[in-house]
T-cell receptor, first 112, second 114 residues
Framework: SQQGEEDPQALSIQEGENATMNCSYK?????LQWYRQNSGRGLVHLIL?????REKHSGRLRVTLDTSKKSSSLLITASRAADTASYFC????????????FGKGTRLSVIA | NAGVTQTPKFRVLKTGQSMTLLCAQD?????MYWYRQDPGMGLRLIHY???????AKGEVPDGYNVSRLKKQNFLLGLESAAPSQTSVYFC?????????????FGPGTRLLVL
């Protein structure tokens, strides 16, 4: 099944630095979503970007989408210790018949 | 609004036992989903429902059954639990939009099958 793949699998940065995570997928999509999961918790939606959009912002988050390369990136600026979590991208099947498929995630550690 | 709630939070089963996990949402969402999350595997879709009375198989449906008798509830059943079903189970719901829209997740149920 189509699946977004996040890169890197793990990322460790200092507080205040920017964190960039990437997601690649295989087939056409209607939208791509990013979620955050704190340890032991459920996933929380961060941003949804549609296939006709190239960039979206939400607070310290910036998401880009390049449909020609079938890739997306999530940038967290001025990271904080509270940003420590796993981040997942999720893609739909493009045809509208396939529910979201989640990648395996990037584990971000922000060191104070 | 409570959002999406899951019952129970934690359960230990012996191999062969059965159980039902309950998911409830108060957001009037049409779509509901059951996932399992295993270390290093991300989330995998077990079953989903696009409306009351309808269910469909996801990526890993074997060994599970589901029912959506009421719009706000989505039940996941294990008829004969196996150690391979040890996992964290998440329920989610979403509204009807242009496609598969934002999902709202419950806190999860940790299941250990001995």
């Amino acid at each position: 099944s189509q699946q977004g793949e996040e890169d890197p699998q793990a990322l460790s940065i200092q507080e205040g630095e920017n964190a960039t995570m990437n997601c690649s997928y295989k087939t056409s999509i209607n939208n791509l979503q990013w979620y955050r999961q704190n340890s032991g918790r459920g996933l929380v939606h961060l941003i949804l970007i549609r296939s006709n959009e190239r960039e979206k912002h939400s607070g310290r988050l910036r998401v880009t989408l390049d449909t020609s390369k079938k890739s997306s990136s999530l940038l967290i600026t001025a990271s904080r210790a509270a940003d420590t979590a796993s981040y997942f991208c999720a893609t739909d099947g493009g045809s509208g018949n396939t529910p979201l498929v989640f990648g395996k995630g990037t584990r971000l550690s922000v060191i104070a | 609004n409570a959002g999406v709630t899951q019952t129970p939070k934690f359960r230990v089963l012996k191999t062969g036992q059965s159980m039902t996990l309950l998911c409830a949402q108060d957001m009037n969402h049409e779509y509901m989903y059951w996932y399992r999350q295993d270390p290093g595997m991300g989330l995998r879709l077990i079953h989903y429902s696009v409306g009351e009375g309808t269910t469909a198989k996801g990526e890993v449906p074997d060994g599970y059954n589901v029912s959506r008798l009421k719009k706000q509830n989505f039940l996941l059943g294990l008829e004969s639990a196996a150690p391979s079903q040890t996992s964290v189970y998440f329920c989610a719901s979403s509204y009807i939009g242009e496609g598969w829209e934002t999902q709202y997740f419950g806190p999860g149920t940790r299941l250990l099958v001995l």
